[in-house]
T-cell receptor, first 114, second 114 residues
Framework: AQSVTQLDSQVPVFEEAPVELRCNYS??????LFWYVQYPNQGLQLLLK??????LVKGINGFEAEFNKSQTSFHLRKPSVHISDTAEYFCAVSDSNYGQNFVFGPGTRLSVLP | DVKVTQSSRYLVKRTGEKVFLECVQD?????MFWYRQDPGLGLRLIYFSYDVKMKEKGDIPEGYSVSREKKERFSLILESASTNQTSMYLC?????????????FGPGTRLTVL
């Protein structure tokens, strides 16, 4: 069975500072990895995904993530955050055997402070 | 743009009532999903559907049922609502063979059961 861990439930950071949101997963088969963002009172929006190929994935709004198979990690980074990045971020994993079965992490609440 | 709509943003019901949550997608996606979202627990899959009239249980199906009579519409039914079903309900749809692709989310329905 797959699982996703997001080690930080809350991350406060000052505007224009860099940020890294951590995601680790466990799975016995090949995986596909996703980061979603949820702004207040909205549904989830895809930030980026890793299906295959280059392990460095670039997404929308200046975010990127790196797939590290040996560390079973898929950390999300942004070099300089804005107030508008304040939101909840979810890491998700889907496996090659049963692609329907997305498993989401508990989420990390990013608060960008002025 | 993919559009997933949910019939209500906010809903208040009484214990024991039958509750219908409707979800419609406009991208001809084969796969549709219902999740519930609770603080600290992330998203948990209730049911999903690969095709019309097909449904599969997710991780927490107890107390819920679903209906998919048309490809674009996926309904979640609470046969007899209980207070522990107070939650945010998110619908998603997706395409891709085996569903190993992005899931697109609706804005969510915040259900309160009194």
């Amino acid at each position: 069975a797959q699982s996703v861990t997001q080690l930080d439930s809350q991350v406060p950071v000052f505007e224009e500072a860099p940020v890294e949101l951590r995601c680790n997963y466990s799975s016995s088969v090949s995986v596909y990895l996703f980061w979603y963002v949820q702004y207040p009172n909205q549904g989830l929006q895809l930030l980026l995904k890793y299906l295959s190929g280059s392990t460095l994935v670039k997404g929308i709004n200046g975010f990127e993530a790196e797939f590290n198979k040996s560390q079973t990690s898929f950390h999300l980074r942004k070099p300089s955050v804005h107030i508008s990045d304040t939101a909840e971020y979810f890491c998700a994993v889907s496996d090659s055997n049963y692609g329907q079965n997305f498993v989401f992490g508990p989420g990390t609440r990013l608060s960008v402070l002025p | 743009d993919v559009k997933v709509t949910q019939s209500s943003r906010y809903l208040v019901k009484r214990t024991g009532e039958k509750v219908f949550l409707e979800c419609v997608q406009d991208m001809d996606h084969e796969n549709m999903f219902w999740y519930r979202q609770d603080p600290g627990l992330g998203l948990r899959l209730i049911y999903f559907s690969y095709d019309v009239k097909m449904k599969e249980k997710g991780d927490i199906p107890e107390g819920y049922s679903v209906s998919r009579e048309k490809k674009e519409r996926f309904s979640l039914i609470l046969e007899s609502a209980s207070t522990n079903q107070t939650s945010m309900y998110l619908c998603a749809s997706g395409s891709g063979l085996g569903g190993i692709d992005t899931q697109y989310f609706g804005p969510g329905t915040r259900l309160t059961v009194l």
